[in-house]
């Protein structure tokens, strides 16, 4: 396609075509010739924004662009109300693939009735894959906002699903064929699906009631969600490993990449300190979603990993664990 924004016509039909959901919060929604959204919200409730880019999918570029924006503001609390979706395109783009991005998007906002409400969209070489950038808006009541520093000493670190799930996912459908030297077709299958799934705010939803603190697990993994909600509360905090839950397809995946999995990203999992971890526990596996207890948070600043009883610092982020596939010298 030309270089520079989409047409009329080609904006038309396969980005705005393909959206559908409405919502009553939103004043000015989006629109040919319409650069700006507007929004109302009801007395006592706040605005909570949050921004994140897809850089390292292309399959599903569409459903992780609003999966991994809305798990930030259900950690917040907050409900999504809407998203402004940025498209940076390459030059060898074809319209259905463009069709199929949104229809992507679609599909995803229906289920957790969030409407997009403008962005942009733009052919550039300054991109050989799409790179999706999308600031997800949310509301809450500002008494019931949850920040990522509220962890106090001694309460539970719980976390919910499988760890590594997105990035798993992402493996599967971007080195499919690669994975097929060593794994069955049933097997990558199985792992493609982990990106159903990905949603927290069905637990968010839940844990809301009990938590000081929710944090969608992204990149970094586990150890990097660790690290910021102990720098953003101050508090330290000690797990076990062995209690960190993965999936065998991650384990495979991992050892096969030679990458660690608990520096895996992971939207998906949702890690939250409570002092009610039980029961929290109790509740989420009672509505289907897997909980577990994997630590407590401390009156330290102290960052410790247990395996088989021996105690290790946990180090800093580094980079996420996802882009060494892309290295061409990584290869088993």
Not at 5 to 27: C, D, G, I, P, Y
Not at 91 to 105: L, N, S
Not at 145 to 167: C, F, H, N, R, W
Not at 292 to 297: E, K, Q, R, V
Request: contains cysteine.
């Amino acid at each position: 396609m030309k270089i520079g924004k989409l047409s009329e016509s080609a904006l038309q039909k396969v980005v705005f075509e393909q959206l559908h959901t409405r919502r009553e919060e939103v004043l000015v929604g989006p629109g040919i010739g319409e650069d700006c959204a507007a929004l109302k919200l009801q007395e006592g409730e706040v605005f909570v924004t949050s921004t994140d880019p897809i850089t390292g999918a292309v399959k599903e570029i569409g459903n992780l662009a609003v999966h991994v924006t809305a798990n930030d503001l259900v950690s917040a609390g907050a409900e999504t109300i809407g998203l402004m979706v940025t498209a940076l395109l390459p030059p060898m783009i074809k319209e259905v693939q463009i069709k199929k991005m949104m229809q992507q998007i679609n599909t995803e906002c229906e289920k957790l009735n969030i409407m997009v409400l403008g962005g942009h969209t733009e052919i550039t070489a300054a991109v050989t894959q799409p790179v999706l950038s999308v600031t997800g808006i949310g509301k809450v009541r500002e008494d019931e906002l949850i920040l990522s520093g509220g962890a106090k000493p001694g309460q539970d670190i719980v976390v919910t699903k499988y760890l590594g799930m997105e990035g798993t996912g992402i493996i599967a459908n971007e080195k499919e064929d690669e994975l097929k030297e060593w794994f069955s077709d049933t097997f990558i299958e199985d792992a493609k699906a982990f990106l159903n799934d990905i949603s927290v705010v069905p637990e968010g939803l839940i844990a809301r009631k009990y938590a000081s603190c929710m944090h969608d697990i992204t990149e970094g993994g586990i150890y990097g969600a660790l690290w910021e909600i102990s720098k953003a509360s101050g508090v330290g905090v000690e797990v076990c490993i062995e209690d960190i839950p993965l999936r065998q397809h991650t384990i495979e995946f991992c050892e096969r990449y030679d990458l660690n999995p608990y520096q895996l990203i992971s939207s998906g999992s949702m890690l939250i300190t409570t002092d009610h971890g039980r029961t929290l526990v109790n509740d989420l596996e009672q509505a289907g979603i897997k909980a577990t207890i994997i630590g407590h948070t401390t009156d330290s600043r102290d960052k410790v990993i247990y395996r088989q009883g021996k105690a290790a610092n946990l180090e800093a982020p580094r980079q996420d664990e996802l882009y060494k596939i892309y290295s061409e010298n990584n290869r088993n």
